[in-house]
């Protein structure tokens, strides 16, 4: 049985604002799931063959082989900005922000 306590002990350790509102129908949520695992951790399940995958598929390999490739500067002209030999691209963190 989830408490109201330890919800919110749940909700902080996920870092999540859990509003009073919210307790009691997230409250019901988590027994409910609860509930029905309890009920799959019942069922006989010993004649069962462990399965890796539902679906019973494999991976279709071809060989690898290298083959000559687009010139480089066919591949720059496709680039929406370029420096020499490389493609540019905006800056996605901003100093100071690596810590």
Do not use: W
Not at 82 to 87: K, P
């Amino acid at each position: 049985m989830i408490t109201k306590d330890l919800l919110l002990k749940i909700a902080r350790l996920a870092r999540l604002h859990v509003s009073e509102v919210e307790v009691p129908e997230l409250s019901g949520n988590l027994n409910s799931i609860f509930d029905y695992m309890d009920q799959l951790g019942k069922a006989d399940v010993r004649d069962v063959q462990p399965m890796s995958h539902v679906l019973a598929q494999t991976n279709v390999f071809r060989p690898d082989v290298a083959e000559p490739s687009l010139p480089i500067e066919d591949m720059l002209r496709n680039a929406p900005d370029s420096n020499g030999r490389f493609i540019r691209v905006p800056i996605i963190v901003e100093p100071g922000s690596e810590s």
